[in-house]
């Protein structure tokens, strides 16, 4: 017996399916993909973060997202939520309800043995194409590191790690300093996985 093929969904199809459902799915070519719910930690960094970007930004002309928030990469049609998005200046929508953003300015994603994968490579290669967008954050559950990717021109990306509760990251296009004290806070490390102090800064054309 020949298998039946999957189902594509429209783009139409897919937004009215997630505006009725009570979970987030991500949506690219055609196909429809459930999204995890994410463990304590993860839920602890993303709010973590969100707090000390949230509290840095409040009087300026910059807006902070939680994952509710669903982005749109207008080049390859994907449709994401990433766990934090920052826009700086007017954001920009798909449609006047406002639902789907365009133009952020950061992107962090909280990493997970079951999306690390993913968060490195596809989706990375996805926001890439994104022209607003400066900043990618990588958060690391296992251990006190942030990966921070920063546009340097269209193709080059530069990568700057720091690990350790002593170490910060340096946001220029948004004007913040995020410490990873902060957003490790009350986020309990397994006893041998206990975070050291290193900086790393390397450059790399993706």
Not at 60 to 74: F, L
Not at 125 to 137: A, E, G, K, Q, T
Not at 164 to 182: E, F
Request: charged residues 25%.
């Amino acid at each position: 017996m020949t298998a039946q093929p999957k189902r594509s969904f429209t783009e139409a199809e897919y937004l009215a399916f997630e505006q009725a459902s009570e979970h987030k799915h991500e949506y690219y070519q055609g196909a429809i993909y459930a999204m995890t719910g994410g463990t304590e930690f993860h839920t602890l960094l993303a709010g973590n973060t969100y707090a000390a970007l949230h509290a840095q930004l409040r009087r300026r002309e910059c807006r902070v997202y939680t994952s509710d928030q669903r982005i749109k990469v207008i080049a390859t049609g994907l449709h994401t939520y990433p766990d934090v998005t920052v826009v700086c200046g007017a954001p920009q929508f798909v449609e006047a309800s406002r639902l789907t953003l365009i133009n952020p300015t950061l992107i962090v994603e909280v990493l997970s043995p079951s999306t690390e994968r993913y968060d490195r490579g596809m989706k990375f290669r996805h926001y890439r194409m994104i022209p607003s967008l400066h900043d990618y954050l990588l958060i690391a559950q296992d251990d006190q590191r942030i990966e921070h990717y920063s546009r340097q021109d269209s193709a080059i990306w530069q990568l700057y790690e720091a690990v350790g509760m002593a170490t910060q990251i340096t946001l220029r296009s948004i004007g913040c300093v995020l410490a990873l004290a902060d957003v490790y806070e009350k986020v309990e490390l397994e006893p041998n996985k206990p975070g050291i102090t290193r900086e790393v800064e390397d450059s790399e054309a993706l």
